[in-house]
């Protein structure tokens, strides 16, 4: 009962971006900002920025282990065990703005990776740097939702995924 309604609130919160939130000049913008996110290679490069500068190698480090647990969590296990149908395969009347993905839809990957090292870049980084990197990774987490290819559950997971795995990080790197 719980995963219908669940399901059906998902196709609904899809369904309304699609006809009320898409703009052509928004969808260039977020196939940039999901771009950003393909492959984790946006925060794969700020950990090695920070793993340049003793100051901030704890939180390079961090933010490595950070996306490494995320990646096991989501990539290797919850896909290939929930193997969730993408949203615009199972919605009829739902187009995806990129795609076709290959892999399953269960936890967004982006969502948790983004989270994951935005938040510890949000905890140990400058401000300059931690706040832009943390808002950008709410941004490629909604531009899933956007694009149409992960439902909003899929989302959340992965964000809380990804919180999951920055606070492990953080504690093991004593961050």
């Not at 309304?16 to 925060?43: C, H, N, P």
């Not at 933010?63 to 199972?90: C, E, F, H, Q, S």
């Not at 531009?143 to 919180?163: C, E, F, K, N, Q």
């Amino acid at each position: 009962m719980l995963l219908e309604f669940l399901s059906t609130v998902d196709g609904k919160l899809l369904f309304f971006i699609q006809e009320y939130l898409r703009f052509g000049w928004l969808t260039k913008v977020m196939r940039f900002i999901t771009s950003l996110g393909d492959g984790a290679l946006i925060w794969i490069v700020l950990a090695a920025v920070f793993l340049c500068f003793h100051r901030y190698r704890k939180t390079g480090v961090a933010m490595a282990v950070a996306l490494l647990i995320g990646y096991l969590v989501t990539n290797l296990i919850l896909k290939n065990l929930v193997l969730r149908v993408r949203p615009y395969d199972a919605l009829v009347g739902l187009q995806a703005l990129i795609g076709p993905l290959r892999d399953s839809s269960f936890p967004s990957g982006h969502a948790t990776s983004s989270i994951a090292a935005g938040f510890v870049a949000l905890r140990g980084a400058p401000r300059y740097i931690g706040i832009p990197a943390f808002v950008l990774a709410v941004l490629i987490a909604l531009s899933r939702l956007y694009l149409g290819v992960h439902y909003p559950t899929d989302v959340l997971a992965g964000a809380l995924i990804g919180l999951f795995a920055a606070f492990c990080a953080k504690y093991t790197a004593k961050a």
